[in-house]
């Protein structure tokens, strides 16, 4: 590629494709396009992976008219984790962002991150929810990957996408690995192509998720795909985290890449994205040319440093690049959420730890450590190495690691090879794993990438059970496997818990997330549009001493909050005095000291204790429903379900009886070992 001049004159001249274009046109353009161009990734991917999505849309929305005029190919300003938090923690409905972002930016193109069959949830939906939900979603690129590279899983989302006229980017997830070839990408993108019906209408996208690949890796992968699909267009997205970024963007573009993922160098910090000023500049310098209004690109950069600060507290705790990543495959999205879980767990100091035995255990069962799989493999290793320091203390761990390491780096995980002792505490290693993880086994996601792990992983995992387990295995796509679902029943069961007729996008949300988007239309019925114009500062601290007022717009009308003062505390709780648009108002607000409420703990053979600390999900199993106190059970049977780390940990009955108490609420956070149902055995 040559270098040449930046177009100048109207800013409208950068705009080199627009929503309402079909996707052969949108194709077609970039191929025509000098150079390269650019996906920003900063009002998205940028939060994930270094703020744990906690990047208010009242902030983002400031770059949006920047963007506008940017001669950016697309934002992507939807989808993968943003989608959960923004209901659970900031309180904001992906539709509303988006009707948001069309009216500030009509030139960009919209872009989300879908998990196929898993969508913007962690668990394999049916075809009918698919359908469903893609249908009405207003977005114009629909990026979608498999963490097991399954194409067979992205089928339905395809179909319902090219169906609309939409742009489909198929992903290939891409790792470094002994087994992760030239020869297996092809292999997928084989697949893929076939999926689509040629590559005239789609995009292929290398998602390096953790930011694994080097220059040359990456280069190779590019060229080899373009020798065999010279047409198809390349969207080349990668993490820092290995600190080799801006050398593995270059190579991708030599080898003929036409996009690249960035964000604002302001956003830039240890698990995100490259930054758009470093790569134009890099680019231009090495002779390709990129498709950007620098100046344009400054300003919105600018903005950013105006509103970051407001985040500080949202940063991981680990700092700095990180080249080990190349070995544990820990991704940028699921870095910080990670350690705000150690954090709040009280076992960040065993995150070393973690990360190496998640590099051992990614020798043990072979899968991309993308969303969901980098919630499996985390919840299940962190939960390996806090069972060793809670029973054997410091000295535990590194018998863990020892034991693996001699296992997998020695005696190539030859079973044979290890002393009994050795083997019979392997064959426990898994015992304990969550759900998610059993189900990984048994094929409930698709079909792993290179086949079933060895016979003891299913030992370990299921008991004297593995054998049945193993011939339960299953090489079906969830797409294939699962019925589909009875929208009515679940719209009418959305109805009955909110008290009216759901809206469309409140129902989509519940299909996602039912146990958060309850919760989010609960907030947004008590306290309205409050999370859209409150600023971040007060959002996150309040008002924080008396004679502090808030400005805001709501509907048009200009509104201010003063707080007045500040009772004392009585009975834990106390009377705050508000003027709201100069009305004075008096509100009570308990303390943590309002009521205690004891925490009974398992402790009983019938006592059925939480395994982790999590909030539950479910009281009951998918198959009975809810379960009530003088319910018969069976040993084995799941009585309740625990969700933390956004994975369902199902509990099961130890022994065939009847539920005497059920001690928790649904949506309760629980505390590991606090007691949840009693049993009574029957005879």
């Given at each position: ?183 297996y990408y092809l292999s997928v993108v084989r ?218 780096e020695e005696q190539g995980q030859n079973l ?184 009974r703990r398992a402790k009983g053979t019938g ?77």
């Amino acid at each position: 590629m040559s270098k040449t001049t930046q177009p100048t004159g109207a800013q409208g001249e950068y705009t080199f494709v627009r929503p309402g274009m079909t996707a052969r046109e949108i194709v077609q353009a970039v191929r025509d396009l000098d150079g390269v161009c650019l996906t920003s990734v900063s009002m998205r991917d940028a939060g994930q992976s270094d703020f744990k999505n906690r990047h208010r849309i009242y902030d983002l929305k400031a770059l949006a008219p920047l963007f506008n005029t940017m001669g950016l190919f697309s934002a992507e300003t939807h989808g993968g984790a943003r989608w959960h938090v923004g209901i659970m923690n900031r309180r904001e409905s992906p539709f509303e962002e988006t009707r948001l972002l069309r009216e500030l930016m009509p030139n960009v193109l919209l872009q989300t991150l879908i998990r196929e069959t898993n969508m913007w949830g962690y668990r394999p939906y049916p075809k009918n929810v698919i359908e469903y939900a893609v249908a009405q979603v207003d977005i114009d690129v629909w990026r979608c990957f498999s963490f097991l590279n399954d194409v067979r899983n992205m089928r339905t989302v395809a179909e319902t996408v090219m169906k609309r006229g939409r742009l489909f980017e198929p992903a290939i997830s891409f790792t470094v690995a002994d087994w992760a070839t030239d020869a297996y990408y092809l292999s997928v993108v084989r697949e893929i192509v076939a999926l689509c019906g040629g590559v005239d209408e789609i995009m292929l996208c290398i998602k390096d998720m953790a930011g694994v690949g080097n220059p040359a890796r990456i280069g190779q992968l590019v060229t080899t795909i373009k020798q065999h699909y010279p047409e198809l267009l390349i969207h080349y997205h990668r993490h820092v985290t290995d600190g080799l970024a801006l050398p593995a963007l270059f190579a991708a573009a030599q080898a003929g890449a036409k996009i690249v993922d960035v964000q604002e160098d302001a956003l830039v910090r240890f698990y995100g994205h490259p930054p758009i000023l470093g790569v134009q500049a890099y680019f231009e310098e090495g002779g390709i040319h990129v498709h950007l209004n620098r100046p344009i690109a400054e300003q919105a950069n600018q903005k950013v440093r105006e509103w970051i600060g407001h985040y500080e507290w949202a940063e991981s705790p680990f700092k700095g690049y990180d080249h080990g990543v190349t070995k544990h495959r820990m991704p940028g999205g699921a870095f910080p959420s990670s350690f705000e879980q150690a954090e709040k767990g009280g076992f960040l100091h065993l995150m070393p730890a973690v990360l190496r035995v998640m590099g051992l255990y990614n020798q043990i069962v072979s899968y991309f450590d993308v969303t969901p799989g980098s919630q499996i493999t985390w919840v299940t290793c962190s939960g390996i190495v806090n069972r060793y320091a809670k029973e054997q203390g410091e000295a535990g761990v590194k018998r863990l690691i020892t034991l693996l390491s001699t296992f997998i780096e020695e005696q190539g995980q030859n079973l044979a090879a290890m002393s009994e002792g050795e083997r019979d505490e392997l064959l426990q290693l898994f015992r304990n794993a969550p759900g998610d993880f059993k189900n990984l086994l048994i094929g409930s996601y698709g079909r792993l990438p290179v086949g079933w792990p060895a016979d003891w992983v299913y030992q370990s995992a299921f008991g004297d059970e593995w054998q049945t387990k193993i011939k339960e295995r299953t090489d079906l796509s969830p797409l294939e496997t699962l019925t589909d679902d009875n929208l009515a029943k679940i719209r009418q069961s959305l109805a009955e818990a909110i008290g009216r007729t759901p809206t469309e996008e409140e129902f989509i949300l519940y299909l996602m997330h039912p146990k958060d988007a309850l919760s989010f239309i609960e907030f947004r019925e008590k306290y309205g549009v409050a999370p859209l114009v409150l600023p971040t500062d007060v959002w996150r601290n309040g008002l924080l001493r008396t004679g502090q007022k808030v400005n805001f717009e709501l509907d048009g009308k200009p509104c201010c909050i003063e707080l007045v003062s500040v009772g004392a505390e009585h009975e834990g709780v106390i009377h705050v005095v508000m003027k709201v648009n100069n009305v004075t108002r008096v509100y009570p607000v308990a303390t943590p000291r309002a009521k205690k409420v004891e925490i009974r703990r398992a402790k009983g053979t019938g006592d059925i204790g939480a395994p982790i600390n999590g909030s539950v999900w479910r009281i009951g199993n998918p198959k009975r429903g809810p379960i009530q106190v003088g319910d018969i059970i069976r040993k084995g049977e799941e009585v309740a379900n625990l969700e933390a780390m956004k994975m369902e940990n199902a509990i099961l009955a130890p022994f065939d009886g009847r539920i005497a108490e059920i001690c928790v609420k649904l949506n309760d956070i629980v505390q590991e070992g606090q007691l949840l149902l009693v049993i009574e055995k029957t005879v």
